[in-house]
Each structure stands twice: as structure tokens, then as C-alpha cells.
């Protein structure tokens, strides 16, 4: 009997004692980014323009480039577009029939879908795509007849990775 009883005393010792256990949370951190993957951007260079008898634009023009595989990984995301005109910065005397500005119409798309080009930004999210820029109907300020030179603008695309 006495043995009977040191038994159920070890196994009354044992069933007291409580398990041990742990939690050990496993973590990881992505930063946002955005990065273009593959692809080239060029120029929206649109040479030499052609102007008629009274030095005002003729034809149209249109000049798109693109940059293929354009990954951001956040999901606030924001895209920025801004353009300027282009203008030349050769001295213009004659006011009333000459400008030295020739505005056009930018258009963005990224992932397929158009983005609002008007400077402010624009939440797309996460996107893995192509982002095409055109420029085209181009008009001279003022429907003037455009000043002899070189003319430059600009269009500006910024992507901002958030998470």
C-alpha cells in the first residue's frame, strides 16, 4: 500500500507542475519603393517644326515615350505630373505678332490607366506597369507666329512610395 501511495504522490507531483510555453512573434519590414524596371525614357523631341507664310504652326504634332515595368510597392502611392510650356529664351521685341511659347497638351498613363496632369498628387496605390507620356496639339501662345530659336519645356512625373 505504501508503494501504492508513493506513486500516486509522484504522479500528483508531476500533473502539478505546469507546462512551460512561449510565444516568439516572427517579423519582417518591406520599405515602399518605387523603381522602373526594364525599358528606356527619351525625349519628347519633336525637331524641326514647320511654320507657313505667316509664321504660325502647320500640321500637328504628337511625341510619346514610355518606360516599361514601372513598380511601386506601396499601397498609398502617389503620382505627381506637372508640365511648362515650352518656350525659347531668345529676346522677343515684337509683342503684338511674335511669341516666344508654345503650349501643348500633356497626357500620362500608368499601369493603362490616365493620370491628371494638373501638379497635384494623386493616390494610385501599388502598381507594377508602363507609364506613358505624350505631348501633342501644340499651339503657340496667342496664335502669334513663333519666334525663330530653340524652345524647351518640361513634364514631370513623380512617383512617391508610401506604405
Known sequence: MKKYLMIAAA???????????????????VAATCTALTGSTSDLDFGTLTVGADG???????????????????SNTTITVTKTAMTNSATLTDTTNFTNTIDYTATVSLAGSPVTVDG?????????????????????????????GSYAGTVVVTLTPTA
Do not use: F, R
Open 56 to 74: 504660325k504652326l502647320t500640321g500637328s504634332y504628337s511625341k510619346n515615350s514610355s518606360q516599361a515595368n514601372v513598380m511601386c510597392n506601396g
Open 120 to 148: 497635384s498628387p494623386h493616390v494610385v496605390g501599388e502598381l507594377y506597369g508602363t507609364l506613358s507620356i505624350t505631348a501633342g496639339t501644340l499651339a503657340p501662345s496667342g496664335s502669334k507666329a513663333l519666334l525663330a
Open 11 to 29: 504522479v500528483a507531483a508531476v500533473s502539478a507542475t505546469p507546462a512551460m510555453a512561449a510565444t516568439y512573434d516572427v517579423k519582417a519590414n
